[in-house]
């Protein structure tokens, strides 16, 4: 497939030039025309209640336990609903004057609003795509709303994940894994995680992962295919990167007859085909927050997205109608597809649609969700709890039989709540670690892609691990713990087998049975052994996939470690670290350099290096880098105080040497910030 490209526009003219005559009045509006809103407690008596207000108002929370709903209002609105008999609360106002910049911390779009950091996600997707040209495809798969009405022109980006080696079989033959973000527009968090589990499968993300440093990503990348559509609403995304007090939530469809340009747009998630409309779970009026749009997939953006993923992903329930509810998808449909959210902290799956049958999959649905919330620990209620239709998950489970889900990202109040939280939730360094959260989530989805409604009732693998071989050994000892691990009080089941595959993953049940350790099958825990014998093997590295099975017979997915076959190898060690810092916008950009040489003193290119930092207030960070052309890995952290900053190198990869910290120059170097 071609890859594609696009070239962006960085002269300061041209862009005048574009926001001045290109772009209507429309299009910049929401930033200059914003009307004073503010954010309400609504209560209610009854699911009907809840219903209709969800079905028509911009709601941001639902606190079932105290009977209300946090709804974001303008005066027009708060009139309406008092005059109907709702208790109106007002919690926070929201003036017309505010305006604030997002935090280029984040990600913006393109550069039509500039980044003081330059963060653009498009220059971020063509570099990483021209990075690793055998393992990703950068498609063009659309335009948003205002590149075909006479606005600026934005792309819809698609960026696939896999290698693309025959060897490893035709890409459209492969387990599917499908993340996909930001549709409401103001939901800045969730694009983040999305680039990092794409820097985690790639080049590895705060120490983790990395193709060809981790087994279980080299493995994944190689015999699974992962698609990321990062921001499904740019139109709406750059609105908020102006001011996120906009809180724009929908696209930009300036010609649907609302007249207000702060709201205006389309819910692009209540704008898919499948069930559009069909069961009061959306708006009919052009200016409410959950206009469905004047007809069925109206928007270019949700056009973009459904065909696209109609090439990409086989029909498993169909053929059925757009408003037919298909039968049940085959226990072995392959495929898995999450769409992020903010907020709530829930894991929800299709669908509450009151009068109509539940999915036929629901049970394996929520077997999935439940796990899902097992890792992250967020409620898996299942539905947000109102009615809600044209959303993107009943789409793809509806229309393809896809095991589909939506996950709300953060809570309702506090630092790391709400639309735009501090940056620093995404990483730890707030009261929440998102990214921490939801890396297990990404991971387990990966890797139950092939077969998601049976391999969900399957045991998980933890820490498979192999020995070293012995000097002129060629067995070695396999090691793991296999283990049902289930949400809050969901039954578990005994662990009764395990197995392993060498280089690629094979069918249940006809792998190298492995043994429990106890000598005897039967607790929800059981730790497992297996000897190899290398002598066959061809030198070299290969992964090692090992996966368990219950009592009833079903198998759990494959976690894989390293085994390496050959003669001793060349060595690598550290050299001399070097760090230093500045201070931009009172914060510290602290810097450090770790050099990797080979046993003859030579420069050693694409060696992986992981390093811990240790902060002035004794809390930790995990790296991981690539050594650069000059053999040298670079690592970055923004510090907030002065004080005493250490980086130490906790460990170094490289294919073909092995690392030997004895005859390192140095592995820790203090930076102390007066």
Same mark, same amino acid.
Request: charged share 15%; proline share 6%; with cysteine.
């Given at each position: ?23 209507? /009045? ?58 109907? =008999? ?78 693309? !080696? ?20 103001? +939901? ?14 790639? !080049? ?29 609403? #740019? ?32 819910? /692009? ?48 329930? =169909? ?10 998808? #085959? ?159 969901? #039954? ?45 093997? +061809? ?36 050299? !001399? ?96 910030? #007066?």
């Amino acid at each position: 497939m071609r890859k594609m490209h696009f070239v962006r526009v960085s002269s300061l003219w041209l862009l005048i030039l574009l926001v001045v005559v290109s772009i209507p /009045l429309g299009a910049v509006s929401s930033q200059t025309a914003q009307e004073s809103a503010v954010v309400a407690a609504v209560y209610y008596d009854s699911q009907d209640q809840l219903n209709s207000i969800g079905s028509k108002y911009d709601v941001w929370a639902v606190h079932a336990d105290q009977g209300y709903v946090e709804v974001l209002l303008r005066p027009e609105q708060q009139v309406a609903l008092a005059k109907a =008999g709702f208790r109106v609360e007002v919690l926070r106002e929201i003036p017309a004057t505010a305006q604030a910049l997002l935090d280029p911390r984040y990600y913006y779009y393109d550069n039509y609003v500039s980044n003081s950091n330059s963060r653009y996600l498009t220059t971020w997707l063509q570099t990483i795509n021209a990075a690793h040209p055998d393992l990703t495809e950068l498609v063009d798969v659309g335009n948003a709303w205002q590149a075909d009405h006479a606005g600026y022109h934005r792309d819809m980006w698609v960026l696939r994940v896999t290698n693309e !080696d025959p060897m490893y079989g035709p890409i459209e033959s492969k387990p599917a894994f499908f993340l996909y973000a930001t549709i409401h527009a103001r +939901e800045v968090a969730t694009p983040e995680l999305v680039i990092r589990y794409i820097n985690f499968l790639l !080049d590895g993300y705060d120490g983790l992962g990395g193709y060809g440093v981790d087994a279980d990503v080299t493995w994944l990348v190689n015999h699974n295919v992962a698609y990321f559509m990062v921001m499904a609403n #740019p139109d709406g995304h750059v609105q908020n990167e102006l001011n996120t007090s906009a809180y724009r939530r929908k696209n930009m469809d300036n010609d649907d007859g609302c007249s207000s340009p702060s709201s205006w747009g389309v819910d /692009l998630n209540r704008n898919h085909s499948f069930l559009w409309g069909c069961c009061g779970g959306s708006s009919s009026y052009a200016c409410d927050e959950t206009y469905r749009g004047p007809s069925a997939g109206s928007e270019p953006e949700t056009q973009a997205f459904q065909n696209y993923f109609a090439t990409i992903m086989p029909d498993q329930n =169909g053929p059925n109608g757009d408003n037919e509810i298909p039968p049940a998808a #085959p226990d072995d449909a392959r495929g898995l597809f999450i769409s992020l959210h903010s907020y709530s902290d829930v894991v929800l799956w299709p669908w509450y649609l009151p009068g109509y049958p539940q999915p036929p999959n629901v049970t394996q649905l929520q077997a999935i969700g439940r796990k899902f919330a097992d890792f992250n620990g967020y409620n898996p209620s299942g539905t947000i709890g109102y009615t809600v239709d044209g959303a993107t998950d009943y789409w793809t489970y509806g229309k393809f039989g896809i095991a589909s889900f939506t996950i709300e990202v953060g809570s309702s109040s506090g630092t790391c709540g709400g639309f735009f939280p501090s940056y620093d939730c995404l990483d730890g360094y707030g009261t929440r670690d998102f990214w921490a959260e939801n890396r297990p989530v990404f991971l387990y989805s990966h890797k139950i892609a092939r077969s998601p409604y049976t391999t969900v009732y399957g045991p998980d693998t933890l820490s498979p691990s192999i020995s070293d071989p012995g000097e002129g050994e060629a067995i070695v000892t396999l090691t793991a713990t296999i283990q049902d691990q289930r949400y809050g009080s969901d #039954p578990l089941k005994p662990v009764m087998g395990a197995e392993y595959f060498i280089g690629e993953p094979g069918l249940d049940g006809l792998g190298v049975a492995m043994s429990p350790t106890d000598g005897a099958w039967g607790g929800t825990m059981e730790a497992v052994n297996a000897t190899i014998d290398t002598s066959a093997l +061809e030198p070299g590295a290969y992964y090692v996939l090992v996966h368990g099975k219950n009592g009833d017979g079903k198998w759990g997915p494959f976690s894989a470690a390293w085994l390496n076959v050959g003669a001793t190898q060349p060595t690598v060690h550290v050299g !001399d670290i070097v760090m230093g810092y500045k201070l931009v916008s009172g914060r510290y950009r602290i810097g450090a350099d770790v050099p990797v040489f080979d046993q003859n003193g030579v420069a050693v290119v694409g060696a992986s290096v992981t390093v811990e930092w240790t902060l002035p207030n004794s809390k930790t960070k995990i790296q991981t880098a690539l050594t650069s052309a000059t053999g040298k890995a670079s690592f970055r952290i923004v510090g907030r105080t002065s004080g005493t900053y250490t980086v130490a190198v906790t460990d170094v990869t490289a294919t073909g040497y092995d690392y030997d910290p004895a005859q390192n120059f140095e592995t820790s170097e203090e930076l102390v910030i #007066p």
